[in-house]
């Protein structure tokens, strides 16, 4: 049986070097190279084309992200599985929108980054446990802010989507053709039916969820 092809690329020495010896010490796997630079990195992913591509998101000066994107283009076939310290979920939808096909944290045990290696080789996505339970309880989250959001009316619909814009009250009331103290009572009810406390509480409300 063909060994996995793989490259590794954190800029922690120590790290590349356990995970070397971790994946080297199965027969499945064989770690080709390992590099903690990105202009290196896609060099060697061109010359070797590795089956697998271990990249740390949180290298610098040129980030994971971006060597992802760089090494997608020279090596194609390679897929790649993001590693990073953090566990929201927008930092893995980042990497798969630059190309990677897994995600796993560095809180993830070694039995699961053999997994996601695995599962990667064989063609399918791989997003660690630790993500994807966060990814669960945001939509259980996001399914009661949509039942709020059901609570206002278009206008009021309309007048958070101008606050979220940063235009004040005064400015809305222009934009909308309506009267500064027709605004005013459309925030209060806005404010009422969300259950927040103030407009600093309701523009937290619409950031955080990303309205």
Request: aromatic residues 4%.
């Given at each position: 049986?063909?060994?996995?092809?793989?490259?590794?690329?954190?800029?922690?020495?120590?790290?590349?070097?356990?995970?070397?010896?971790?994946?080297?010490?199965?027969?499945?796997?064989?770690?080709?190279?390992?590099?903690?630079?990105?202009?290196?990195?896609?060099?060697?992913?061109?010359?070797?084309?590795?089956?697998?591509?271990?990249?740390?998101?949180?290298m610098s000066p040129v980030n994971g992200f971006e060597t992802t994107k760089q090494v997608r283009k020279v090596s194609p076939t390679s897929k790649i599985i993001g590693i990073s310290?953090?566990?929201?979920?927008?930092?893995?939808?980042?990497?798969?929108?630059m190309g990677a096909v897994g995600y796993v944290t560095k809180n993830s045990s070694k039995d699961e980054l053999l997994a996601a290696i695995i599962e990667v080789n064989d063609g399918?996505?791989?997003?660690?446990?630790?993500?994807?339970?966060?990814?669960?309880?945001?939509?259980?989250?996001?399914?009661?802010?949509?039942?709020?959001?059901?609570?206002?009316?278009?206008?009021?619909?309309?007048?958070?989507?101008?606050?979220?814009?940063?235009?004040?009250?005064?400015?809305?009331?222009?934009?909308?053709?309506?009267?500064?103290?027709?605004?005013?009572?459309?925030?209060?009810?806005?404010?009422?039916?969300?259950?927040?406390?103030?407009?600093?509480?309701?523009?937290?409300?619409?950031?955080?969820?990303?309205?």
């Amino acid at each position: 049986m063909e060994k996995i092809s793989i490259l590794l690329v954190d800029d922690h020495k120590l790290i590349r070097e356990s995970w070397s010896f971790i994946l080297n010490s199965d027969k499945r796997f064989e770690v080709i190279g390992e590099t903690s630079d990105a202009a290196e990195a896609v060099e060697i992913a061109k010359t070797l084309k590795p089956r697998i591509v271990l990249m740390d998101i949180n290298m610098s000066p040129v980030n994971g992200f971006e060597t992802t994107k760089q090494v997608r283009k020279v090596s194609p076939t390679s897929k790649i599985i993001g590693i990073s310290m953090h566990t929201m979920p927008a930092y893995a939808r980042k990497m798969l929108q630059m190309g990677a096909v897994g995600y796993v944290t560095k809180n993830s045990s070694k039995d699961e980054l053999l997994a996601a290696i695995i599962e990667v080789n064989d063609g399918k996505k791989y997003i660690c446990d630790e993500v994807k339970n966060i990814l669960a309880q945001q939509e259980l989250e996001d399914d009661g802010v949509k039942t709020d959001l059901n609570l206002l009316s278009k206008r009021e619909l309309d007048i958070v989507k101008l606050i979220r814009e940063g235009l004040s009250s005064k400015e809305i009331a222009v934009r909308l053709d309506i009267s500064l103290k027709t605004v005013e009572v459309h925030r209060y009810n806005i404010l009422k039916k969300l259950n927040l406390k103030n407009t600093a509480a309701l523009v937290n409300f619409i950031n955080s969820h990303g309205l």
